[in-house]
Protein backbone atom coordinates (compact mmCIF):
# COMPACT_ATOMS: atom_id res chain seq x y z
CA UNK A 1 0.00 0.00 0.00
CA UNK A 2 1.04 3.71 -0.45
CA UNK A 3 0.03 4.75 2.68
CA UNK A 4 -0.12 8.94 3.29
CA UNK A 5 0.06 10.49 7.07
CA UNK A 6 -0.76 14.54 7.77
CA UNK A 7 0.42 14.19 11.60
CA UNK A 8 1.84 16.41 14.18
CA UNK A 9 5.58 15.56 14.20
CA UNK A 10 7.66 12.69 13.57
CA UNK A 11 11.09 15.11 13.52
CA UNK A 12 11.11 16.25 17.07
CA UNK A 13 10.42 14.54 20.40
CA UNK A 14 10.45 17.57 22.19
CA UNK A 15 7.51 17.99 24.13
CA UNK A 16 4.99 15.19 22.57
CA UNK A 17 4.64 11.48 22.26
CA UNK A 18 4.21 11.14 18.88
CA UNK A 19 7.18 11.70 17.24
CA UNK A 20 8.38 8.15 18.72
CA UNK A 21 5.30 6.53 18.31
CA UNK A 22 5.07 6.96 14.36
CA UNK A 23 8.83 6.56 13.95
CA UNK A 24 8.63 3.04 15.28
CA UNK A 25 5.03 2.63 13.21
CA UNK A 26 6.44 4.17 9.94
CA UNK A 27 9.55 2.23 9.57
CA UNK A 28 7.95 -0.77 10.44
CA UNK A 29 5.17 -0.47 7.48
CA UNK A 30 8.36 -0.09 5.07
CA UNK A 31 9.64 -3.24 6.01
CA UNK A 32 6.18 -4.52 5.31
CA UNK A 33 7.20 -3.72 2.07
CA UNK A 34 4.43 -0.45 2.30
CA UNK A 35 5.60 3.10 0.71
CA UNK A 36 5.10 5.74 3.65
CA UNK A 37 5.36 9.75 3.31
CA UNK A 38 4.58 11.61 6.40
CA UNK A 39 3.46 15.54 5.92
CA UNK A 40 4.81 17.34 8.67
CA UNK A 41 4.08 21.08 8.77
CA UNK A 42 7.76 23.24 9.62
CA UNK A 43 6.96 24.77 12.71
CA UNK A 44 9.69 26.46 14.78
CA UNK A 45 9.20 24.97 17.71
CA UNK A 46 9.76 21.21 16.35
CA UNK A 47 12.42 22.83 13.75
CA UNK A 48 14.56 23.75 16.62
CA UNK A 49 14.83 20.45 18.54
CA UNK A 50 14.78 18.00 15.64
CA UNK A 51 16.04 14.29 16.73
CA UNK A 52 15.63 12.24 13.95
CA UNK A 53 18.37 10.54 12.59
CA UNK A 54 18.92 10.28 8.64
CA UNK A 55 18.66 7.41 6.36
CA UNK A 56 14.94 6.99 7.59
CA UNK A 57 12.95 4.24 5.31
CA UNK A 58 9.97 6.00 5.35
CA UNK A 59 10.21 9.42 3.56
CA UNK A 60 9.24 12.58 5.79
CA UNK A 61 7.39 16.00 3.58
CA UNK A 62 7.97 19.37 5.53
CA UNK A 63 5.87 21.97 4.30
CA UNK A 64 5.85 25.89 5.62
CA UNK A 65 2.11 26.64 3.90
CA UNK A 66 -0.62 24.13 3.19
CA UNK A 67 -1.80 26.24 0.37
CA UNK A 68 1.27 26.87 -1.28
CA UNK A 69 1.77 22.91 -1.03
CA UNK A 70 -1.48 21.81 -2.14
CA UNK A 71 -0.26 20.38 -5.71
CA UNK A 72 2.47 18.66 -3.88
CA UNK A 73 -0.67 17.15 -1.83
CA UNK A 74 -3.39 16.77 -3.91
CA UNK A 75 -0.36 14.75 -6.45
CA UNK A 76 0.49 12.70 -3.34
CA UNK A 77 -3.12 11.71 -2.25
CA UNK A 78 -3.95 10.83 -6.20
CA UNK A 79 -2.31 8.07 -6.17
CA UNK A 80 -2.04 6.80 -2.64
CA UNK A 81 -4.01 3.76 -1.23
CA UNK A 82 -4.61 5.13 2.58
CA UNK A 83 -4.58 8.31 4.16
CA UNK A 84 -4.65 8.70 7.98
CA UNK A 85 -4.94 12.16 9.23
CA UNK A 86 -4.08 12.64 13.06
CA UNK A 87 -5.20 14.57 16.36
CA UNK A 88 -3.33 17.40 16.39
CA UNK A 89 -2.37 17.67 13.10
CA UNK A 90 -1.71 21.75 12.66
CA UNK A 91 -3.86 21.47 9.72
CA UNK A 92 -6.00 18.87 10.33
CA UNK A 93 -9.02 20.34 8.70
CA UNK A 94 -7.32 21.07 5.74
CA UNK A 95 -6.16 17.68 5.47
CA UNK A 96 -9.78 15.92 5.86
CA UNK A 97 -10.61 18.16 3.39
CA UNK A 98 -8.02 17.04 0.73
CA UNK A 99 -8.99 13.51 1.97
CA UNK A 100 -12.44 13.79 1.19
CA UNK A 101 -11.97 15.12 -2.27
CA UNK A 102 -9.23 12.97 -3.38
CA UNK A 103 -10.26 9.80 -5.06
CA UNK A 104 -8.61 7.68 -1.99
CA UNK A 105 -10.03 4.45 -1.17
CA UNK A 106 -9.49 4.12 2.76
CA UNK A 107 -10.04 7.92 4.85
CA UNK A 108 -8.63 7.30 8.38
CA UNK A 109 -8.38 9.93 11.47
CA UNK A 110 -6.21 8.38 14.04
CA UNK A 111 -6.98 10.08 17.50
CA UNK A 112 -3.52 9.53 19.78
CA UNK A 113 -5.70 11.52 21.99
CA UNK A 114 -8.73 10.31 22.30
CA UNK A 115 -9.54 10.51 25.92
CA UNK A 116 -8.80 13.83 25.90
CA UNK A 117 -10.90 14.95 22.62
CA UNK A 118 -13.47 13.52 24.37
CA UNK A 119 -13.10 15.61 28.10
CA UNK A 120 -12.59 18.67 25.77
CA UNK A 121 -15.58 17.46 24.00
CA UNK A 122 -17.33 17.22 27.39
CA UNK A 123 -16.27 20.87 28.46
CA UNK A 124 -18.23 22.07 25.70
CA UNK A 125 -14.55 22.99 24.14
CA UNK A 126 -13.52 23.65 20.60
CA UNK A 127 -11.67 19.99 19.15
CA UNK A 128 -9.89 22.31 16.19
CA UNK A 129 -8.49 18.92 14.59
CA UNK A 130 -12.77 17.43 14.26
CA UNK A 131 -14.38 18.44 11.69
CA UNK A 132 -17.49 20.31 12.36
CA UNK A 133 -19.39 17.00 11.61
CA UNK A 134 -17.58 14.75 13.81
CA UNK A 135 -15.74 11.27 12.14
CA UNK A 136 -18.46 9.62 10.52
CA UNK A 137 -17.24 10.13 6.72
CA UNK A 138 -13.72 8.09 7.89
CA UNK A 139 -14.09 4.82 6.93
CA UNK A 140 -12.27 3.84 9.79
CA UNK A 141 -11.32 5.53 13.22
CA UNK A 142 -8.45 4.52 15.21
CA UNK A 143 -7.73 5.32 18.76
CA UNK A 144 -4.73 4.78 21.03
CA UNK A 145 -7.12 4.41 23.79
CA UNK A 146 -9.42 1.26 23.92
CA UNK A 147 -12.29 0.06 26.12
CA UNK A 148 -15.24 2.37 26.61
CA UNK A 149 -13.73 5.08 24.48
CA UNK A 150 -14.20 3.21 21.59
CA UNK A 151 -18.21 2.84 22.07
CA UNK A 152 -17.84 6.73 23.01
CA UNK A 153 -16.24 7.82 19.64
CA UNK A 154 -18.95 6.16 17.78
CA UNK A 155 -22.04 7.67 19.98
CA UNK A 156 -20.48 11.13 19.87
CA UNK A 157 -18.72 11.55 17.53
CA UNK A 158 -20.75 9.12 14.84
CA UNK A 159 -17.45 7.03 13.60
CA UNK A 160 -18.97 3.88 12.12
CA UNK A 161 -15.80 1.69 12.31
CA UNK A 162 -13.71 1.89 15.47
CA UNK A 163 -10.64 0.06 16.56
CA UNK A 164 -7.74 0.69 19.05
CA UNK A 165 -4.24 1.10 17.84
CA UNK A 166 -2.37 0.95 20.95
CA UNK A 167 1.26 2.41 21.55
CA UNK A 168 4.36 0.58 20.80
CA UNK A 169 8.29 0.50 21.09
CA UNK A 170 10.86 -0.30 18.27
CA UNK A 171 13.65 -2.87 19.97
CA UNK A 172 15.67 -1.41 17.53
CA UNK A 173 15.78 1.97 19.84
CA UNK A 174 14.96 1.11 23.12
CA UNK A 175 17.21 -1.71 24.46
CA UNK A 176 19.10 -2.61 27.79
CA UNK A 177 21.80 -0.02 27.67
CA UNK A 178 25.08 0.96 29.83
CA UNK A 179 24.65 2.72 32.90
CA UNK A 180 25.76 6.12 32.90
CA UNK A 181 26.14 7.99 36.71
CA UNK A 182 24.43 11.03 35.44
CA UNK A 183 21.02 8.73 35.01
CA UNK A 184 21.94 6.70 37.95
CA UNK A 185 18.27 6.72 40.42
CA UNK A 186 16.37 4.71 43.05
CA UNK A 187 13.36 6.00 41.06
CA UNK A 188 13.10 7.58 38.14
CA UNK A 189 10.82 10.06 35.99
CA UNK A 190 10.53 10.12 32.11
CA UNK A 191 7.84 12.82 30.52
CA UNK A 192 7.07 16.12 29.19
CA UNK A 193 5.76 17.91 32.26
CA UNK A 194 1.51 18.16 32.08
CA UNK A 195 -0.98 19.42 34.77
CA UNK A 196 -2.85 16.55 34.22
CA UNK A 197 0.04 14.04 35.49
CA UNK A 198 0.68 16.34 38.51
CA UNK A 199 -1.58 14.85 41.37
CA UNK A 200 -0.28 11.82 40.65
CA UNK A 201 3.50 12.37 40.10
CA UNK A 202 3.46 14.31 43.28
CA UNK A 203 1.57 11.38 45.28
CA UNK A 204 3.90 8.83 43.40
CA UNK A 205 7.17 10.52 42.92
CA UNK A 206 7.80 13.79 45.21
CA UNK A 207 6.19 12.79 48.62
CA UNK A 208 8.27 9.75 48.18
CA UNK A 209 11.06 11.79 47.53
CA UNK A 210 10.60 13.65 51.01
CA UNK A 211 10.17 10.13 52.96
CA UNK A 212 13.60 8.89 51.54
CA UNK A 213 15.80 11.28 51.65
CA UNK A 214 18.36 8.97 51.67
CA UNK A 215 17.87 8.07 48.08
CA UNK A 216 18.14 9.31 44.72
CA UNK A 217 14.89 10.57 42.45
CA UNK A 218 15.55 11.65 39.20
CA UNK A 219 13.54 13.65 36.40
CA UNK A 220 14.12 13.80 32.61
CA UNK A 221 11.49 15.93 30.30
CA UNK A 222 10.81 19.06 29.37
CA UNK A 223 8.29 22.58 30.25
CA UNK A 224 8.73 21.51 33.79
CA UNK A 225 7.54 24.95 35.65
CA UNK A 226 10.35 26.69 38.40
CA UNK A 227 7.49 26.00 41.11
CA UNK A 228 7.34 22.63 40.89
CA UNK A 229 7.66 21.43 44.41
CA UNK A 230 11.52 20.07 43.99
CA UNK A 231 12.94 18.16 46.67
CA UNK A 232 17.08 18.64 47.33
CA UNK A 233 17.23 14.45 46.31
CA UNK A 234 15.23 15.01 43.07
CA UNK A 235 17.92 15.62 40.32
CA UNK A 236 16.30 17.01 37.44
CA UNK A 237 17.62 16.30 33.58
CA UNK A 238 16.15 18.67 30.57
CA UNK A 239 14.71 17.13 27.73
CA UNK A 240 16.04 13.23 27.12
CA UNK A 241 16.68 13.02 23.49
CA UNK A 242 15.03 9.11 21.84
CA UNK A 243 18.78 8.16 21.50
CA UNK A 244 19.36 8.54 25.13
CA UNK A 245 15.91 7.26 26.93
CA UNK A 246 18.00 3.62 27.07
CA UNK A 247 20.98 4.83 28.93
CA UNK A 248 18.33 6.70 31.10
CA UNK A 249 15.62 3.64 31.89
CA UNK A 250 18.89 1.23 32.22
CA UNK A 251 20.39 3.40 34.91
CA UNK A 252 17.20 3.76 37.09
CA UNK A 253 16.47 0.68 39.48
CA UNK A 254 12.92 1.83 38.77
CA UNK A 255 11.12 4.04 37.01
CA UNK A 256 7.69 5.56 37.55
CA UNK A 257 4.80 5.41 34.97
CA UNK A 258 2.49 8.25 35.32
CA UNK A 259 -0.94 8.45 32.99
CA UNK A 260 -2.33 11.65 31.65
CA UNK A 261 -5.74 12.01 33.91
CA UNK A 262 -8.31 11.97 31.09
CA UNK A 263 -6.63 8.77 30.12
CA UNK A 264 -6.40 7.23 33.25
CA UNK A 265 -9.93 7.86 33.72
CA UNK A 266 -10.56 5.96 30.87
CA UNK A 267 -8.37 3.06 31.22
CA UNK A 268 -6.48 0.85 28.39
CA UNK A 269 -4.36 3.32 27.62
CA UNK A 270 -0.52 2.04 27.96
CA UNK A 271 1.88 4.98 27.12
CA UNK A 272 4.40 4.92 24.80
CA UNK A 273 7.23 4.99 27.58
CA UNK A 274 5.78 2.43 29.50
CA UNK A 275 6.58 0.52 26.57
CA UNK A 276 9.87 2.07 25.81
CA UNK A 277 11.39 0.99 29.60
CA UNK A 278 9.82 -2.22 29.88
CA UNK A 279 12.06 -2.67 26.63
CA UNK A 280 14.92 -1.85 28.46
CA UNK A 281 14.32 -4.59 30.69
CA UNK A 282 13.96 -1.77 33.71
CA UNK A 283 11.33 -3.01 36.14
CA UNK A 284 8.63 -0.22 36.15
CA UNK A 285 5.55 1.08 38.46
CA UNK A 286 2.83 2.86 37.42
CA UNK A 287 -0.16 4.28 38.67
CA UNK A 288 -3.44 2.02 38.61
CA UNK A 289 -5.53 2.09 35.34
CA UNK A 290 -8.65 -0.49 34.04
CA UNK A 291 -6.91 -2.85 31.56
CA UNK A 292 -3.48 -2.55 32.44
CA UNK A 293 -3.22 -6.35 32.73
CA UNK A 294 -4.05 -6.40 28.78
CA UNK A 295 -0.61 -5.41 28.19
CA UNK A 296 1.34 -6.72 31.75
CA UNK A 297 0.82 -8.80 34.23
CA UNK A 298 0.65 -6.83 37.86
CA UNK A 299 3.32 -8.29 40.43
CA UNK A 300 5.47 -9.89 37.32
CA UNK A 301 5.80 -8.02 34.55
CA UNK A 302 4.93 -4.73 36.31
CA UNK A 303 4.32 -3.06 39.91
CA UNK A 304 1.50 -1.06 40.61
CA UNK A 305 1.17 2.07 43.51
CA UNK A 306 -1.29 4.68 44.42
CA UNK A 307 -0.34 6.20 47.35
CA UNK A 308 2.78 7.51 48.75
CA UNK A 309 2.80 4.30 51.50
CA UNK A 310 2.81 1.78 49.03
CA UNK A 311 5.58 3.42 46.94
CA UNK A 312 7.69 3.19 49.86
CA UNK A 313 7.07 -0.65 49.72
CA UNK A 314 8.16 -1.15 46.41
CA UNK A 315 11.16 1.16 46.99
CA UNK A 316 12.52 -0.89 49.44
CA UNK A 317 12.36 -4.76 46.67
CA UNK A 318 15.79 -5.98 46.68
CA UNK A 319 17.55 -5.61 43.23
CA UNK A 320 16.90 -9.24 42.55
CA UNK A 321 13.09 -9.17 42.59
CA UNK A 322 12.94 -5.66 40.46
CA UNK A 323 15.39 -7.41 38.05
CA UNK A 324 13.16 -10.41 37.86
CA UNK A 325 10.37 -7.95 36.77
CA UNK A 326 12.30 -6.14 34.52
CA UNK A 327 12.71 -9.11 32.41
CA UNK A 328 9.47 -10.26 32.82
CA UNK A 329 8.46 -7.02 31.10
CA UNK A 330 10.78 -7.08 28.61
CA UNK A 331 9.71 -10.74 26.97
CA UNK A 332 6.41 -9.58 27.34
CA UNK A 333 6.90 -6.32 24.86
CA UNK A 334 9.12 -8.29 22.68
CA UNK A 335 6.04 -10.84 22.12
CA UNK A 336 3.22 -8.12 21.84
CA UNK A 337 4.14 -4.73 22.21
CA UNK A 338 6.55 -3.86 19.30
CA UNK A 339 6.32 -1.50 16.63
CA UNK A 340 6.80 -4.18 14.06
CA UNK A 341 3.55 -5.72 15.67
CA UNK A 342 1.91 -2.69 15.73
CA UNK A 343 2.19 -2.14 12.06
CA UNK A 344 1.16 -5.08 11.29
CA UNK A 345 -1.98 -4.50 13.07
CA UNK A 346 -2.47 -1.42 11.90
CA UNK A 347 -2.10 -2.85 8.27
CA UNK A 348 -4.64 -5.64 9.31
CA UNK A 349 -7.14 -3.30 10.05
CA UNK A 350 -6.39 -1.15 6.90
CA UNK A 351 -7.19 -4.10 5.15
CA UNK A 352 -10.42 -4.96 6.75
CA UNK A 353 -11.85 -1.53 6.25
CA UNK A 354 -11.03 -1.01 2.75
Known amino acids: MRIVIFGLTISSSWGNGHATLWRGLCAGLERQGHNVIFFEKDVPYYAGHRDLGGDQPYKVAFYQSWNATRPLIQATLSGCDAAIVTSYCPDALAACGAIFDAPIPLRVFYDLDSPVTLERLQRGERVEYLPANGLGDFDLVLSYAG??????????????????????????????????????????????????????????????????????????????????????????????????????????????????????????????????????????????????????????????????????????????????????????????????RRSQQLTELLEAAA
Request: glycine content about 6%; some cysteine; proline content about 8%.
Open 147 to 340: GSILNELQSRLGAKRVAPLYGSVDPQVHHPADTRPRYQSDLSYLGTYSPNRQNVLEQLFVEPARRSPDKRFLIGGALYPHDFPWEENIYFVRHVPPSEHPAFYSSSRLTLNVTRGPMAQSGYCPSGRLFEAAACGTAVVSDTWEGIEHFFVPGKEILLANTPAEMEEILQLDDIELRNIGRAARERVMADHTAE
